[in-house]
């Protein structure tokens, strides 16, 4: 099944204890994403990566890191949590163009972190 | 700057009525726009997008879409609600140039009664 799988689907951590929030997508899509979730806010763009060590800021990338090292594969980092980063966190993917255009995105099931 | 606004926080519809949930955007150039709807509890699904073409955009679960030029407007309808359409539904508009990125509206919740 085609899909973009998250781990773990809930965290609670406390402030400045380093996580790792893991993303892996089996579509061999090259673009990912990570957003944020907030009420109100919609969803906000973290970091993206167009391919293969190939990563770039989205609107709110303070306080987070990325890496993509395989294509497959796009961990979200927060090396210091700290309480205004509690949020639903997602990961995405996609081709950036198919037979149809541009694509849309594929998107993981969430991940809800709570920093203490 | 770039956006695009869902207007209304949340729709309530009777099921069997049409509804509406309304979209505009402020961007430059051409823009692919999307409509994607989440679930309780789940990531977000792909509903429909406009790249070009014909005005009107049919997707998923019975859903279109109407892209508007002259107005900014994308407007997701549905010629007869479901109870189980209820759900957060997201308006973005993806760009084809720089980082291909993506910008949210804030989400509207609709709401179907029985």
């Known amino acids: 099944e085609a899909q973009v799988t998250q781990n773990p689907r809930y965290l609670i951590t406390v402030t400045g204890k380093k996580l790792t929030v893991t993303c892996s997508q089996n579509m061999n899509h090259e673009y990912m994403s990570w957003y944020r979730q907030d009420p109100g806010l919609g969803l906000r763009q973290i970091y993206y990566?167009?391919?293969?060590?190939?990563?770039d800021k989205g609107d709110v990338p303070e306080g987070y890191k990325v890496s993509r090292k395989e294509k497959r594969n796009f961990p979200l980092i927060l090396e210091s949590p700290s309480p205004n980063q509690t949020s639903l966190y997602f990961c995405?993917?996609?081709?950036?163009?198919?037979?149809?255009?541009?694509?849309?995105?594929?998107f993981g099931s969430g991940t809800r972190l709570t920093v203490v | 700057a770039q956006s695009v606004a869902q207007p209304e926080d949340q729709v309530n519809v009777a099921e069997g009525n049409p509804l509406t949930v309304k979209c505009t955007y402020s961007v430059s150039g051409n823009p692919y726009l999307f409509w994607y709807v989440q679930y309780p509890n789940r990531g977000l699904q792909f509903l429909l997008k406009?790249?070009?073409?014909?005005?009107l955009v049919k997707g998923s679960y019975g859903f279109e879409a109407e892209f508007n030029k002259s107005q900014t407007s994308f407007h997701l309808k549905k010629p007869s609600a479901l109870v189980s359409d209820s759900a957060l539904y997201f308006c973005a508009v993806r760009f084809n140039t720089g980082g291909f990125k993506t910008i949210f509206g804030a989400g509207t919740r609709l709401f179907v009664k029985a």
């Open positions: 406009y790249i070009t073409g014909d005005n």
């Open positions: 990566s167009m391919n293969v060590e190939v990563t």
């Open positions: 995405a993917s996609s081709f950036i163009f198919g037979s149809e255009g541009i694509e849309g995105y594929t």
